[in-house]
């Protein structure tokens, strides 16, 4: 997860998956999601968003390790020039972007081997395996709040754990909870009307149907307690 700019986006995943019981066999090859419930909690620390959603898939092959990270899981694509070379911040072609914690990185580990440069990147989306699309509605419509632009660089999609401890497909169904953390929901919301839209990805790199939540407030979903 992206969790460079700390003071905007601190990334937590909260992820449960309810316990897999027999389904029918005609379960899809890519998974389905449909949507069932959102909250934003409250506490001290820091403010969460937590959505729910329910899923079916044929094969079972939901979830990614903490340590799956060789390709195409990688977080990271190393941008390099014609020549083959990495492309530093100092020697950057006129086409690169001005310094930011999403598109540069400092002094990174490239094969096990410390870079002590500024190199431009590429974030992977493959790397996840959740999806989240956040929209603000005004006079009906439907806008975007795309956190990849300036000035928050970055994202809440996220990764949820194997679903499955072996390899053998079958078919299985659940929930998953995913929380994202941030210190700024309410200064950046407010009352504003939200949607988010959601996607996962199973290992085949197999996208699901997108699952909406209903039109909400902050103040609607609203849960004082903490985390559970």
């Given at each position: 997860m992206n969790v460079r700019n700390l003071f905007y986006s601190l990334l937590v995943m909260v992820a449960g998956v309810a316990a897999c019981v027999p389904p029918p066999e005609n379960f899809p090859s890519e998974p389905e999601i449909s949507f069932n419930a959102i909250e934003y909690v409250e506490t001290p620390e820091a403010d969460s968003l937590i959505?729910?959603?329910?899923?079916?898939?044929?094969?079972?092959?939901?979830?990614?390790?903490?340590?799956?990270?060789?390709?195409?899981?990688?977080?990271?694509?190393?941008?390099?020039?014609?020549?083959?070379?990495l492309i530093t911040y100092s020697a950057r072609p006129s086409n690169a972007p001005s310094f930011n914690n999403r598109d540069w990185v400092?002094?990174?580990?490239?094969?096990?081997?410390?870079?002590?440069?500024?190199?431009?990147?590429?974030?992977?989306?493959?790397h996840y395996n959740i999806f989240v699309k956040f929209f603000i509605k005004r006079s009906g419509e439907y806008t975007e709040f795309k956190w990849s632009d300036p000035p928050y660089f970055t994202n809440f999609n996220g990764r949820f754990?194997?679903?499955?401890?072996?390899?053998?497909?079958?078919?299985?169904?659940?929930?998953?909870?995913?929380g994202m953390v941030s210190l700024g929901w309410n200064s950046i919301f407010r009352n504003d009307t939200l949607r988010l839209d959601i996607e996962i990805q199973d290992r085949s790199l197999n996208r699901s149907n997108t699952a909406s939540t209903p039109d909400f407030t902050l103040p609607q979903i609203r849960r004082l307690s903490g985390l559970e």
């Open positions: 959505v729910t959603i329910n899923f079916r898939d044929g094969e079972g092959n939901l979830g990614l390790n903490p340590r799956e990270l060789d390709p195409p899981f990688n977080e990271l694509e190393y941008l390099r020039d014609e020549a083959g070379n400092i002094f990174p580990l490239i094969n096990n081997e410390r870079v002590m440069d500024t190199l431009w990147v590429r974030e992977n989306p493959d754990p194997r679903i499955l401890s072996d390899d053998r497909q079958r078919a299985i169904e659940g929930q998953i909870r995913y």
